[in-house]
């Protein structure tokens, strides 16, 4: 089975992109336990390291992509993003 890629993309300072660190990491460890959950990593991009990411996003953040495809930005659910991982198998 492959491996969800999750990625967080946000700026250091940025408390809702704390706040959605947060809610991934916390809906990731219970996936983590369920072992019919997808196998999920999770990697963290910030638009001041990357000029696309900061023109595409700069209003925006943070953004949550799964598999490289927009799930949410600003505020993220832990229910839907649990469901879209759930349904990523």
Excluded: Q
Excluded at 63 to 79: A, C, F, M, Q, S
């Amino acid at each position: 089975m492959s491996s969800t890629i999750l990625t967080l993309i946000g700026k250091p300072g940025c408390h809702l992109c704390d706040d959605a660190r947060s809610v991934v990491g916390a809906v990731v460890a219970e996936l983590a336990a369920n072992p019919d959950a997808p196998s999920i990593s999770l990697e963290e991009k910030s638009i001041l390291d990357d000029r696309a990411l900061h023109e595409r996003f700069v209003e925006e953040i943070p953004v949550l992509l799964i598999d490289g495809r927009v799930h949410n930005y600003w505020r993220i659910d832990p229910v839907r993003l649990r469901s879209a991982l759930l349904e990523a198998r």
